[in-house]
């Protein structure tokens, strides 16, 4: 049965026609005043840090801080941030933080049901128990948004709980990040903010036609075919990768968005997004530890540009030849 529904999966799959809302004003995240627990300062900063900000206080026009309503085109259909405010209906006012902490580390709704892996519960799972506590603190802090979160469009092939029950199976460990003893801990620093809290693995690694991360190019580049994204190779290969770059140009781009060649990526690219809402808002320290991490990975000349699923992609959206 397990083969059946398998094989089901991938003879379904296949890129979706989808636009993603474009950006059109800041996110409103408010300042956290000076005074503020040092616990909820810790929060806060998390809350930008692990890109919480793009999905549950998205920048546009209409958007209410923690009330959620990003949209996140995939090929399993449209799947849209709920609120995370502390109100009780409409939000996770009723959720206690090991609710919380289960959500995040097991990837479940207090009453046990599975998430989509769009909430990257597939890195936060990693996170240490003093990262979750303080992003915790600081979301109970926040004021309750009564607006209550979209329904996903899930498409009727992915509807069944038994299919996303097989592919947590497949793809999901979870449990904190360890450090590794053999590297320091500018090392290791990098190894969890690039792991367990920016996620870079999740848009950086190709996947399959089922979704599941390619490990054999961890980190060498993706794309996200539901909305067109490809996101490049962060290994250090000179020709397709960050080979060519020192520490000091992966930190420098990190808070900046300004490439070691003086270019910048666009402002609407959903990397400067992250940058401006979330890199940026790193310690100088973290940025760097970042950088040290990615130039130890093994070069991968895996080039996300000439894979068949981008291109199976780009051919959906070119118009036929006349």
């Known amino acids: 049965m397990r083969i059946l529904a398998l094989c089901l999966l991938v003879a379904c799959v296949h890129p979706v026609d989808a636009v993603e809302r474009p950006i059109d004003a800041l996110p409103p995240v408010p300042a956290v005043p000076p005074d503020a627990d040092t616990i909820v300062q810790r929060g806060a900063a998390l809350f930008r840090t692990a890109s919480c900000v793009g999905c549950h206080s998205p920048p546009f026009d209409d958007a209410v801080h923690l009330g959620g309503g990003r949209d996140l085109p995939t090929i399993f259909g449209v799947f849209y941030a709920p609120n995370i405010s502390p109100d009780p209906d409409a939000g996770i006012g009723d959720w206690t933080e090991a609710d919380f902490v289960r959500a995040m580390r097991q990837g479940r709704a207090p009453d046990g049901r599975p998430y989509w892996p769009t909430f990257p519960y597939m890195t936060y799972t990693g996170m240490s128990d003093d990262d979750l506590h303080a992003l915790w603190t600081y979301l109970r802090a926040q004021p309750p948004v009564p607006t209550p979160s979209r329904p996903h469009e899930v498409r009727p092939a992915y509807r069944s709980p038994g299919l996303l029950g ?22 290791n620093r990098g190894r969890y903010l690039v792991r367990a809290v920016s996620y870079c693995d999740q848009c950086h690694t190709p996947r399959n036609r089922l979704g599941l991360p390619l490990r054999r190019h961890d980190m060498a580049g993706g794309a996200n075919p539901g909305k067109g994204d490809v996101h490049p190779n962060l290994t250090p290969d000179p020709d397709v990768g960050l080979g060519t770059w020192s520490v000091d140009d992966v930190a420098t781009y990190l808070g900046t968005a300004r490439k070691p060649d003086g270019s910048a990526t666009p402002a609407d690219d959903i990397m400067a997004e992250k940058i401006r809402d979330g890199f940026a808002w790193y310690s100088q320290a973290d940025r760097e530890a970042i950088a040290v991490y990615l130039q130890s990975l093994p070069a991968d000349a895996w080039d996300p540009e000439q894979w068949r699923m981008v291109r199976r992609m780009r051919d959906r959206a070119e118009p036929p030849a006349r």
Do not use: K, M, N, Q
Not at 166 to 187: C, E, I, N
């Open 166 to 187: 097989l592919w947590r199976s497949l793809a999901f460990r979870p449990g904190p990040l360890v450090d590794d003893p053999g590297h320091d801990a500018t090392w």
